[in-house]
Structure formats: C-alpha cells, structure tokens
T-cell receptor
Framework: LAKTTQPISMDSYEGQEVNITCSHN???????ITWYQQFPSQGPRFIIQ???TKVTNEVASLFIPADRKSSTLSLPRVSLSDTAVYYC???????????FGRGTQLTVWP | ETGVTQTPRHLVMGMTNKKSLKCEQH?????MYWYKQSAKKPLELMFV???????ENNSVPSRFSPECPNSSHLFLHLHTLQPEDSALYLC??????????FGPGTRLTVT
C-alpha cells in the first residue's frame, strides 16, 4: 500500500499561488496520483489526477517528476473558499489500494 | 453535485437498532466504495465493490453489512452498533482504477 507524506498544514493569502508537495517513495508502476479537496462534514471532491509529467485543468496543475516519488499540487490565485483539507492519494482504486492519510489543512487568509 | 447521492444525510440510532444507509450513482461507474471518517481521523476504506462483486473488506466488524444489488446502488446495513461507530460514512464510485467521486455522506450518531 503506497503511503503518502504531506505537510500537516499550510497558510496562504488570497491571490497567492499555493504549492502542496506530497512524497510517495514506494509508488508502484501502475499507480496513479490523485488529489482531493475536502470541506468539513462533506465528501472529498476530486481535483486532479496524473501519472507523469504535468497535468492541468481549470482549477489546478499537477507536477510529477520523472521518478514519480513525489508530486506537487499547484493552486493558482487562491481565495478564501479554497480553505480546506487537501489529500494526495497514490494507488489503484478498485483494488482498494488507496490511502488517504491526514491530508494538508490549507488556510487562506484575507 | 458529484452525481453520487446518499440517504439519509443524518441518522441517530440506538445500539439495538437496525438501519441501512443508501448510496446511488447514475454515472455509469462500475466500482463503488464505503468509507468511514471519524472525527479528526483519516478516511478509512471499508468495502470495495467492482461490477457488483465485493473485492475488498478491510477487516470491518460484522455489525456492518454491505449490499450491492446492482452497479448503481450500494447499501450499508447497520445493526447493534457501538458509540465508537459514530462517524461520517461516505460512499464513492469510480470507473475502473480512475478517480473516485464521493457523495455528501451520512452523519451517523450511535447513542
């Protein structure tokens, strides 16, 4: 089971770019890297998924180096509503090989 | 809205009660999951169903009994629960080995 390591918390201000890095040293060849956002008492919300290099969508970018032992979620110009817990997951979902960990509490200040 | 619905959203039950949680998705996904999230703890995967077949049971006590009658519906039957079972129960669905889409959860309180 590929476990991940993320910072417990991060602080930022509105309008700044936030980068959250996740370490996953024992990632398997077939594993994907997926990031989720969770607000209190709600289900996690899918943000972005990638396998290697760079992936970008309308809300975030995901950078994955060649060795795939880490990944960085980049949130451009955060707002107060981006305050949430962000989880990095590595694995294959239907095999149950996913570990959420404690995530990173991001707090965005005015 | 993720396309995954859960009912009820809140449930209070006594330790001798029997209740069921329901999850429904019409996203065409073949895999469905139950998770438990206790206060200030990581999400714990409980069960995985792939094409209606249970593929994972993470040592969940038998007082939790899942049922997947078809690829769109997933139930979690509860009986003789303990107060420590109070938590947010989350359902998710996904295409094979793709990102999971979560429902809003059921907040369960066992008294």
């Amino acid at each position: 089971l590929a476990k991940t390591t993320q910072p417990i918390s991060m602080d930022s201000y509105e309008g700044q770019e936030v980068n959250i890095t996740c370490s996953h040293n024992n990632i398997a060849t077939n594993d994907y890297i997926t990031w989720y956002q969770q607000f209190p008492s709600q289900g996690p919300r899918f943000i972005i998924q990638g396998y290697k290099t760079k992936v970008t969508n309308e809300v975030a970018s995901l950078f994955i180096p060649a060795d795939r032992k880490s990944s960085t979620l980049s949130l451009p110009r955060v707002s107060l509503s981006d305050t949430a817990v962000y989880y990095c997951l590595v694995g294959l979902s239907t095999l149950g090989r996913l570990y959420f960990g404690r995530g990173t509490q991001l707090t965005v200040w005015p | 809205e993720t396309g995954v619905t859960q009912t009820p959203r809140h449930l209070v039950m006594g330790m001798t009660n029997k209740k069921s949680l329901k999850c429904e998705q019409h996203l065409g996904h073949n895999a469905m999951y139950w998770y438990k999230q206790s206060a200030k703890k990581p999400l714990e995967l409980m069960f995985v169903y792939n094409f209606k077949e249970q593929t994972e049971n993470n040592s969940v006590p038998s007082r939790f009994s899942p049922e997947c009658p078809n690829s769109s519906h997933l139930f979690l039957h509860l009986h003789t629960l303990q107060p420590e079972d109070s938590a947010l129960y989350l359902c998710a669905s996904s295409p094979p080995d793709q990102a999971q889409y979560f429902g809003p959860g059921t907040r369960l309180t066992v008294t």
